[in-house]
């Protein structure tokens, strides 16, 4: 149960996503695709979680009041330890959905704002985070909707972040 907020407005929980297939969060989901110089942060998701053993960012789900940006920074400071002090945000882009009820993942865009990588702290949803160079990341098993949206990421990030 989520401790954050009022029982009946986190978003802890599943929804529908295509085809009737579970997905994480009762109001939508978000990422951070943090970004220091020419690496991203992933996050190798341990086993026991949705999609776990693949890697993607940090994030979760999106609880009633939040924006997608704020869940996506509450999320990455809770998987990594990294302060949302420390990040700018530059723009979001829906990367799945919008499927049954609304249900949406956004993935947030930003960098460090000392243009550095950051220290991380990894929480039990983790098997490990990793700063990884953009061109090495294809490398990975990825989680399938984030392979999904990498090139539009990555575009993205070309035309407004670097």
């Known amino acids: 149960m989520c401790t954050r907020v009022n029982p009946e407005l986190s978003g802890d929980g599943w929804s529908k996503g295509p085809g009737g297939v579970p997905v994480w969060g009762k109001f939508g989901a ?3 695709f943090l970004v220091a110089g020419d ?3 992933l996050q190798h998701r341990a086993t026991w979680t949705n999609n776990g053993g693949t890697w993607g960012i940090p994030g979760g ?3 009633k009041p939040e924006s997608p940006e704020r ?3 509450r999320e990455t400071e809770e998987e990594t330890g990294i302060s949302p002090a420390d990040v700018e945000v530059l723009g979001s882009l829906v990367t799945a959905g919008p499927f049954e009820e609304g249900w949406t993942y956004t993935t947030v865009l930003a960098r460090t704002v000392s243009g550095q990588r950051l220290a991380t702290t990894a929480n039990e949803e983790s098997a490990e985070l990793r700063w990884v160079p953009f061109n090495q990341m294809e490398e990975l098993e990825l989680l399938a909707p984030f392979r999904e949206a ?3 990421l990555l575009k993205y990030w070309e035309e407004n972040g670097s």
Do not use: E, F, H, I
């Open 30 to 32: 978000a990422g951070l």
């Open 39 to 41: 690496q991203v942060l």
């Open 61 to 63: 789900a999106r609880d």
């Open 71 to 73: 869940a996506a920074l």
């Open 150 to 152: 990498l090139p539009r």
